[in-house]
């Protein structure tokens, strides 16, 4: 079992581009989150999908989007990246909001 | 204000020796408690789940407590290894919102040979 993957590992862009960060898990879980990891931050969620067909806003919605594909995929988009974007961004997912959740290795991005 | 807060910062010990990592919280409604480890470069992985009636649990050589009188939980490593060296962070989740998690900024455990 792959758990939960994460494509890229690492990028780099330029102020104002814009780049999908691909989620996916093969644990058949029905919610699937968007975090963000910044130095001396906890986590941070951006959003979460409860279920198939359903997405939400977390705590620092601003400047993306998502997308659940399927019960199996969650994508993030950066529409036009900003400095204040550069961070570690890790996807998780669970069976639900109070089980335990599993995170993939997470994708460094800077924004330059 | 939620918030998870952890103490100490970071911590530097001898392999072999014992350590307490303290988690203290002030989320309310709380439905759960988790301790997860972060290896450098790597997602963090769950050590444990604990809710309000559990005051204490175990996986392998970490034990976890939960004091939900006083919002505070500790994770004891018993007889650490080099491969303990990572990030331990406390979670807490709210019960109004089950897929809210408040996280803490983590304890970051150096061990040495």
């Known amino acids: 079992n792959a758990g939960v993957t994460q494509t890229p590992k690492f990028q780099v862009l330029k102020t104002g581009q814009s780049m999908t960060l691909q989620c996916a898990q093969d644990m058949n879980h029905n919610s699937m989150y968007w975090y963000r990891q910044d130095p001396g931050m906890g986590l941070r969620l951006i959003y979460y999908?409860?279920?198939?067909?359903?997405?939400d806003k977390g705590e620092v919605p601003n400047g993306y989007n998502v997308s659940r594909l399927n019960k199996r995929e969650f994508s993030l988009r950066l529409e036009s990246a900003a400095p204040s974007q550069t961070s570690v961004y890790f996807c998780a997912s669970s069976w639900g909001g109070r089980t335990e959740a599993f995170f993939g290795q997470g994708t460094r991005l800077t924004v330059v | 204000k939620n918030q998870v807060e952890q103490s100490p910062q970071s911590l530097i010990i001898l392999e072999g020796k014992n350590c307490t990592l303290q988690c203290n919280y002030t989320v309310s409604p709380f439905s759960n408690l988790r301790w997860y480890k972060q290896d450098t470069g790597r997602g963090p992985v769950s050590l444990t789940i604990?809710?309000?009636?559990?005051n204490t649990k175990s996986n392998g050589r970490y034990t976890a407590t939960l004091d939900a009188d006083t919002k505070q939980s500790s994770l004891h490593i018993t007889a650490s290894q080099l491969s303990d060296s990572a990030s331990y962070i406390c979670?807490?989740?709210?019960?109004?919102?089950?897929?809210?998690?408040?996280f803490g900024s983590g304890t970051r455990l150096l061990v040495r040979p």
């Open positions: 999908s409860a279920s198939e067909g359903t997405t």
């Open positions: 979670v807490v989740s709210e019960a109004d919102s089950s897929y809210k998690l408040i």
């Open positions: 604990m809710t309000f009636s559990e």
